[in-house]
């Protein structure tokens, strides 16, 4: 019975140093093939974002009309306020100058009152 203990402990001192040999950790590399558009991807999406485009929130719209006064009002907010990029956009009929890119009311609310001194008749839009 004591050499079958013996035995036994032996194979088991066999196993442990073998499993113990199997689970470690070799180091490895990681190589990454990524498509190289991703980048030319992520650069078209922060452009689309700066310019209003891209994201929900609260934008300041200056004017809708015709496209040469749309373009008298873009460039007069761009001489007067350089904070906040500026577009215009085509919705049929009117061409509209939307100022601004608020994720929140309050930031929108504060631009307004800045904008309102030079554009009376500015407004704040939700974007969705």
Not at 25 to 34: E, F, H, L, M, S
Not at 70 to 91: D, F, H
Request: net charge positive; glycine share 6%; proline share 2%.
């Amino acid at each position: 019975m004591k050499n079958r203990n013996t035995f036994n402990l032996f194979i088991l001192s066999i196993l442990l140093v073998f499993l113990t040999q199997s689970s470690v950790a070799q180091p490895g590399t990681v190589t990454i093939n990524a498509d190289a558009q991703i980048n030319e991807l992520l650069t078209i999406k922060k452009s689309l974002e700066s310019e209003n485009k891209m994201d929900e929130g609260y934008t300041i719209q200056l004017f809708y009309g015709n496209l040469e006064m749309a373009n008298t009002t873009l460039k007069k907010y761009r001489r007067t306020y350089g904070t906040w990029p500026a577009s215009i956009e085509y919705e049929t009929p009117n061409y509209k100058v939307w100022a601004g890119n608020f994720a929140t009311r309050i930031q929108a609310d504060r631009a307004l009152i800045e904008i309102k001194r030079g554009f009376s008749g500015a407004f704040i839009l939700e974007k969705k």
